[in-house]
């Protein structure tokens, strides 16, 4: 939790340092903080498509990277720098290009997708490849579900596929802040009524997750617009 805010002198801090600890995560196996190595282990015997690219390559020097799934995916929605300047640390970054993948709405047959649409669920995977962006690791841009019919708060639950995540997570008045470290599958659960945002929090390694969250709804990006970011900055 120290080394969260050890490199940032964020314009707004809430909640109790105390509060980042290990809450909400269904564990498989030992804590990430002595199993880099190991994550990274798990990570390379895990099945992948080969060669397929998370964007359309756009010359020689362009990375392209294989995703952790078995079944066809879509074109993903790519986030950019400039879609992030609203919820970073420096409001004035001036970085560019994309930062990471979104495959959504993913399934790997047809009675899959069947089972999803019956049940009103989407199953996404997310890349974040590592990079810094003026100063903090690549994170997503964050955003609240609204409630459900019956008035409780729409969950998500995460698997990390390949790499190690730092998911983020705040209530709507940043009055209870939690910072979950996960890798290679283990699954973290955000509650109803919490923002997350998910870090990328190496040099080297990318980052590669999947979720599954009712299809019966739209995100909500701009309170985190408004607060200019989460509680926290890494």
Request: hydrophobic share 30%.
């Amino acid at each position: 939790a120290d080394s969260l805010l050890a490199d940032y002198s964020p314009p707004h801090f809430y909640g109790d340092l105390t509060l980042m600890a290990l809450h909400g995560i269904l564990r498989r196996g030992k804590g990430c903080t002595t199993r880099r190595m190991q994550c990274d282990a798990e990570r390379n015997k895990r099945p992948r498509m080969k060669g397929t690219p998370l964007a359309p390559k756009k010359s020689s020097s362009d990375p392209v990277f294989s995703v952790c799934w078995e079944g066809p995916l879509p074109e993903p929605s790519v986030r950019t720098a400039e879609d992030l300047r609203g919820v970073l640390a420096d409001p004035g970054c001036t970085s560019t290009g994309p930062v990471y993948y979104m495959y959504r709405d993913v399934a790997r047959s047809v009675k899959d997708r069947s089972w999803l649409t019956r049940q009103q669920l989407r199953f996404d995977i997310t890349v974040i490849p590592p990079r810094e962006i003026c100063g903090e690791f690549i994170k997503t841009k964050g955003h609240y579900h609204p409630d459900n019919p019956s008035g409780t708060g729409y969950p998500e639950i995460y698997e990390v596929l390949a790499g190690e995540a730092h998911y983020l997570i705040q209530d709507t008045n940043c009055s209870n802040v939690v910072m979950i470290k996960a890798c290679v599958g283990e699954i973290v659960v955000v509650p109803p009524g919490y923002g997350h945002v998910t870090i990328n929090p190496a040099r080297t390694t990318i980052l590669q997750m999947a979720n599954i969250v009712s299809s019966g709804f739209s995100s909500n990006y701009q309170r985190y617009e408004a607060q200019r970011g989460a509680a926290y900055f890494e």
